[in-house]
């Protein structure tokens, strides 16, 4: 099983600031196959990013994913209100097929 | 815009078996996946398993004893039972549409309390 770990636990920035959220798995993932999720108290969680660095609809372009092999980052270039939350890195393709990191808080 | 909508008991009893429904609009169930993910009281997420539209499963091998994953594209249903059920298993059980890789759509949660 792969074993996803998230860093910080808690990020506490202001608006206007930039967040860097750290994933890191147990062994080598494809970049295809890491995806990031925001999700906010009381809601489920959102779709950010997947694949190479791709944002899903709607999202803005101060959300960037990058990395490989076994590090990958997912920045907010410049943080908004809204962007509190709780984020998730994903991996897919080894048994079970699909597992998620432990979060990183974001406090704005 | 799919929408997807879980149903369900909030309570069960300890040994017994739990059964969710995920009733979908605005959308086809064609050329999706369709799974269960479970988010624990610690706020951990946990994939339980998938079906896709065809009828092919791919379970955790974490729950593979006790889960059963169906689907009635007639109807736009797709439903969980998990047996056995302990303490451990409670939490959020969201219902969420999938492309191979990725969940790109969340239903609102059903809180299931495990309790006798």
């Known amino acids: 099983e792969i074993v996803l770990t998230q860093s910080p636990g808690t990020l506490s920035l202001s608006p206007g600031e930039r967040a860097s959220l750290s994933c890191r798995a147990s062994?080598?993932?494809?970049?295809?196959?890491l995806a990031w999720y925001q999700q906010k108290p009381g809601q489920a969680p959102r779709l950010l990013i997947y694949?190479?660095?791709n944002r899903a609809t709607g999202i803005p372009d101060r959300f960037t994913g990058s990395g490989s092999g076994t590090e990958f980052t997912l920045t907010i270039s410049r943080l908004e209100p809204e962007d509190f939350g709780v984020y998730f890195c994903?991996?897919?393709?080894?048994?079970?097929?699909?597992?998620f990191g432990p979060g990183t808080r974001v406090d704005v | 815009q799919v929408q997807l909508q879980e149903s369900g008991p909030g309570l069960v009893k300890p040994s017994e078996t739990l059964s969710l429904t995920c009733t979908v609009s605005?959308?086809?169930?064609?050329?999706?996946?369709w799974s269960w993910i479970r988010q624990t009281p610690g706020k951990a997420l946990e994939w339980i398993g998938y079906?896709?539209?065809?009828?092919?499963?791919n379970y955790n091998p974490s729950f593979k004893s006790r889960v059963t994953i169906s689907i009635d594209t007639s109807k736009s249903q797709f439903s969980l039972d998990l047996t056995s059920m302990t303490g451990a298993d409670t939490a959020v059980y969201y219902c969420?549409?999938?492309?191979?890789?990725?969940?790109?759509?969340w239903g609102r949660g059903s809180l299931v309390t495990v309790s006798s």
């Open positions: 969420v549409r999938g492309e191979i890789t990725i969940f790109d759509s």
């Open positions: 605005g959308g086809s169930m064609n050329d999706y996946f």
């Open positions: 079906i896709y539209y065809t009828g092919s499963v």
């Open positions: 062994q080598r993932i494809s970049s295809r196959f």
């Open positions: 694949g190479e660095g």
């Open positions: 994903q991996q897919y393709g080894s048994s079970p097929l699909f597992t």
